[in-house]
């Protein structure tokens, strides 16, 4: 498991623009009801980076995402200035479908990424790319498994599929390892620095932090309010962390 | 005055001894209904009561005596599949419930229905009454307070099943129990509220005390003085006015209802 | 299309005179209730997918149930029983947009929701009926409850093949957006679906579904074809394709069946009810063969 290395990344890319966006919120909140979820929280994710969101459960982090996806009424700037490529990748934690319903892989992606009615079957166009997205997540031999019969860490490789059908500037994930093992964890993690290394915009909301130690660019910490935004390497001691997860 | 007139005749005395009882026990399960999200089961347990009126009178038998048996075995059967299989349980009730209003459906059809009949177990009635009516409102109303000493224990369950389990409350089991209760007691309301209305019976006292109350306790109470005050205000209307007594009763408690989400909405 | 419907019931007649269709087939009613079916049921089972996979079954019994109230209200306003289209249609758009309106900005539960606004539904259409059987004869319930499906005449077909048309453009450029909608709100939005317009145009279609086809098969039948097909066509299908086609085969079927058998060999059973029974009977079968045979249980 290669470590990337810092200095690496923060040389600027030469020539090409940037394949991602770059990410910028200022001062934004969001209240619900009577209880304000968040708090003038600031940060910026630059282009072509794996950004890391971390903080305690409960203290705004899915908000925040969702504010970002444009999907919640808040207060505040969040400015998404696009490069080369436009688009949003969404990996969410859950799908809610019940078990017997008769959903194959392939029906979910057909019915996530393409126009025609998925019970015609998939679009011709989408094929090549459903097989070798499906390979690249080691779920080609289950492709016609109900999606209800998945197991956990298989339906969160599934997820992942979707949202690199068709391939975003900006991905967005929420906790996509809490329900995989070793082995699926790793090839996700593979997977997003190889998106990362084309130039794709990558924020991740995660928790086990020795993992972001590893793989984030930058990490933001958001307890309510906005706790520290940087570098890694120096932000995540003990002591800063525990501090930043108080209430 | 012709209230008090209409209190001096039997029929009158009869509905409204039949009416508390009824009443009282649909109030005291109502909150468990809303809290488990059993409105559905509620409504298809009275399709399931109409296939059994209607076997009744197809067998020339007491209709709700028969109905009773073939509204209890469906209640049970869905818990089972709830309990025993992957079945949603929405499906499943919808089916049984379909196949119930089928069957009835065909023994209407080989029967020679009395319209006056049709009225009365549909929509209500005041004056069809009978002891033997009286005597299954007044099982059903014992029936309940046989259980209300696991009133703590079946509320416990309705908030969080899991950790009641894990206190060794027997939850399954209590799902039968409640099922069965639910059955005989939408059975025993036919002639009170009518078959097209006994599911609301059982839903609205609990939604209409749900906004005002925090504490289950206070939901209970406050079910059981809705319902039971609405059905008997609903029959005293219903009487002077002669018009059946089911929708009565029910526009009343819609009418609390309404009025209950409207001061909750002020108190907050 | 009326021309199409003689020519189809011409040919049945001479079918049956030859002797290779059977001898009800000589009759217009029959040849009409069959084609009908033939159209209910492919259009039921199909939308019943999507019923049964966003879990709307108490949903749509209540639109359903909310359909005996239109037709009260509809009698009221002096429209004929058996045409009663306008305030039907009116009243349960109304109850269902209401309906679902409540289940997404009140905190009550849905399965409350839905239970209070059938019983409120059910109130006034009580009320309003016995006023209104006073006039004519209580048999009005009974052809709003189950339909009367030999009584299908030409303008009854043309408004099912007009809602055929209505739910093939609607259900084809909206069947994967519905269905990732109830999936994941927050995905769907992210894709570009907008969520809430998705959930209300599915209850229009289904309302609109429900009040074409009340004077046919009736208001239990529908929820019963909306439901029972689908939910059998789940135990045995490996996916979405086969899904919807057993699903429309199954609810075709019942509806044939459940025409045909009793007119055939002179059954004292109603045609309404006679579908249910091979819609329920088709259920069995399918749980059946789920028991029975593993592949349909076990991963590819």
Not at chain 1, 7 to 12: D, G, I
Not at chain 1, 185 to 208: F, K, P, S, Y
């Amino acid at each position: 498991m290669a470590v990337r290395t810092r200095e690496a990344e923060s040389a600027p890319k030469e020539g090409a623009a940037a394949l991602g966006p770059a990410l910028e919120l200022k001062h934004v909140s969001l209240d619900l009801g009577n209880t304000s979820i968040l708090h003038k929280v600031s940060f910026r994710v630059e282009p072509g980076t794996i950004h890391c969101l971390i903080g305690p459960n409960g203290a705004g982090k899915t908000s925040l995402l969702r504010t970002i996806l444009g999907q919640m009424p808040h207060e505040g700037v969040v400015k998404i200035r696009w490069g080369a490529r436009r688009g949003i990748g969404y990996v969410p934690q859950r799908i809610d479908v019940e078990d017997l319903l008769p959903l194959t892989l392939r029906d979910f992606i057909a019915l996530s990424c393409q126009r025609r009615p998925a019970f015609l079957g998939m679009a011709r166009r989408l094929r090549a790319e459903f097989d070798e997205c499906m390979q690249a997540l080691g779920l080609a031999g289950k492709v016609n498994r109900m999606v209800g019969q998945l197991s956990g860490g298989e339906r969160q490789r599934l997820l992942f599929a979707q949202a690199l059908i068709p391939m975003p500037g900006l991905l967005i994930l929420d906790e996509p390892l809490s329900s995989l093992d070793r082995q699926g964890a790793e090839l996700i993690q593979e997977r997003v620095r190889q998106l990362a290394d084309t130039g794709m915009t990558i924020l991740w909301v995660h928790h086990d932090l020795k993992l972001v130690r590893e793989m984030a660019d930058a990490v933001t910490c958001v307890n309510r309010t906005l706790r520290f935004s940087g570098d890694p390497a120096e932000l995540l001691s003990p002591e800063r962390v525990l501090e930043a997860y108080a209430p | 005055m012709p209230l008090l007139d209409a209190l001096s005749a039997e029929f009158m005395q009869r509905a409204l001894l039949a009416g508390l009882l009824v009443s009282l026990a649909a109030s005291y399960f109502s909150p468990f209904v809303v809290q488990r999200r059993m409105a559905f089961l509620g409504s298809g347990l009275a399709h399931a009561a109409f296939g059994g009126v209607a076997l009744g009178v197809f067998l020339g038998w007491a209709p709700l005596y028969t109905a009773l048996p073939f509204t209890v075995a469906a209640a049970l059967a869905i818990v089972a599949v709830r309990h025993h299989s992957a079945l949603d349980i929405d499906t499943a009730i919808g089916i049984l419930f379909a196949l119930a209003m089928a069957l009835g459906m065909i023994f209407l059809y080989l029967t020679p229905f009395y319209t006056r009949d049709a009225f009365t177990y549909l929509f209500g009635s005041l004056l069809a009454l009978g002891p033997s009516d009286i005597w299954l409102a007044a099982g059903v109303c014992a029936l309940t307070a046989a259980l209300v000493p696991w009133w703590s224990a079946w509320a416990f369950a309705s908030f969080d099943r899991e950790l009641a389990v894990a206190d060794r409350i027997p939850a399954n089991r209590h799902d039968y129990l409640l099922a069965a209760a639910l059955a005989a007691l939408i059975v025993a309301s036919i002639k009170v509220v009518g078959i097209i209305l006994v599911s609301a019976f059982l839903v609205l006292p609990g939604a209409a005390a749900r906004p005002l109350a925090k504490r289950f306790r206070t939901f209970t109470l406050l079910s059981l003085a809705i319902g039971t005050s609405t059905t008997i205000g609903g029959l005293l209307l219903s009487a002077p006015l002669n018009l059946p007594s089911g929708p009565v009763i029910i526009l009343c408690q819609c009418g609390v209802f309404a009025a209950a989400l409207l001061a909750a909405r002020w108190q907050d | 299309m009326n021309a199409l419907h003689e020519m189809l019931r011409a040919w049945a007649a001479s079918g049956a005179d030859s002797g290779w269709l059977p001898s009800t087939f000589q009759y217009a009613f029959v040849v009409n209730a069959l084609l009908s079916g033939l159209v209910i049921g492919p259009l039921l089972g199909a939308v019943g997918t999507m019923v049964v996979a966003k879990r709307l079954a108490f949903f749509s019994q209540a639109i359903g149930h909310a359909a005996l109230t239109g037709v009260a209200v509809g009698i009221l306003a002096g429209e004929p029983y058996t045409q009663p289209f306008v305030s039907l249609f009116a009243f349960c758009i109304l109850f269902a947009l209401a309906m679902n309106f409540a289940r997404n900005h009140t905190r009550i539960s849905s399965d409350t929701i839905i239970g209070v606004f059938l019983a409120i539904s059910l109130a006034i259409g009580a009320s309003l009926l016995l006023f209104v059987t006073a006039r004519i004869n209580v048999h009005v319930l009974d052809t709003i409850m189950f339909g009367s499906i030999l009584t299908v005449n030409d303008t009854d077909l043309n408004i099912l093949w007009g809602m055929t048309l209505v739910t093939l453009i609607v259900g084809l450029v909206n069947f994967n957006r519905m269905l990732l909608s109830t999936f994941n709100p927050a995905l769907a939005r992210v894709r570009g679906i907008r969520v809430r317009w998705q959930d209300y145009l599915f209850i229009l279609l289904i309302t609109l579904l429900t009040v074409a086809s009340v004077k046919i098969v009736g208001a239990i039948l529908v929820e019963a074809l909306l439901l029972i097909p689908a939910a059998a066509a789940r135990n045995i299908a490996r996916d979405l394709r086969s899904f919807v086609a057993y699903s429309c085969i199954i609810a075709t079927i019942s509806c044939l069946v459940g025409i045909l058998v009793p007119l055939q060999f002179n059954l004292p059973v109603p045609s309404g009810g006679a579908i249910i029974m091979v819609a329920a009977v088709c259920f069995l079968v399918s749980l059946v063969l789920r028991a029975a045979v593993p592949a349909l249980r076990d991963a590819a």
